[in-house]
């Protein structure tokens, strides 16, 4: 009898082990419901959301989340103030920082610089196509001191699925200005 205790224990054991090695794993997949890309570990970039998707990222472990997106852009998308309530019912952070297509703004850089410094990570950028929110991103790290280097940035938002290419330039330049460490 007490072999057969022991046996269960240690199955018991094992079957939570595996449970908290896939939870683990699991928080950074998220639903498909949102179609999300990372690139860095705290910082993803996705499609426009909805309020309901903002459930989802609570229990994924999101913290925050900042709409890049005019409100009105298109017809039918959420307005800020929306998601704004949507996201404090669910305890995360909401920041909007609109930013219209075409040039980014270093004002927006500089926000998004100070959302992203605020170590509410993971934290999630949207816009229409995760276009903007990656190049605005790009933009920010470049700036941030001790932030990555051009390639790695580059890198990062092809892997996310997006282009920053053409602001090779602005990121070297960013870079080369940033302020150093107190």
Not at 1 to 11: I, N, Q
Not at 103 to 130: H, K, N
Request: proline share 7%; hydrophobic share 45%; aromatic share 4%.
């Amino acid at each position: 009898m007490p072999k057969l205790r022991w046996t269960f224990l240690v199955a018991v054991v094992l079957g939570a082990a595996a449970e908290l090695v896939t939870a683990a794993f699991d928080r950074h997949s998220l639903p498909s419901s949102v179609h999300a890309r990372r690139l860095t570990p705290d910082v993803w970039i996705s499609e426009q959301i909805g309020p309901e998707e903002l459930v989802t990222l609570k229990l994924k472990g999101f913290r925050a989340v900042v709409d890049l997106r005019p409100d009105n852009e298109v017809a039918g998308q959420p307005s800020a103030s929306v998601m704004s309530e949507a996201a404090q019912q669910q305890g995360l952070r909401f920041d909007y920082i609109p930013v219209a297509h075409g040039d980014v703004p270093s004002g927006a850089v500089e926000t998004l610089g100070r959302a992203l410094a605020r170590d509410q990570a993971p934290i999630l950028l949207y816009c229409r196509s995760g276009r903007r929110a990656a190049r605005i991103w790009a933009l920010s790290e470049a700036s941030r001191p001790g932030g990555l280097d051009a390639p790695a940035i580059l890198n990062a938002v092809q892997q996310a699925g997006q282009d920053a290419g053409d602001l090779a330039d602005q990121i070297t330049d960013r870079i080369a200005a940033r302020p150093t460490k107190p």
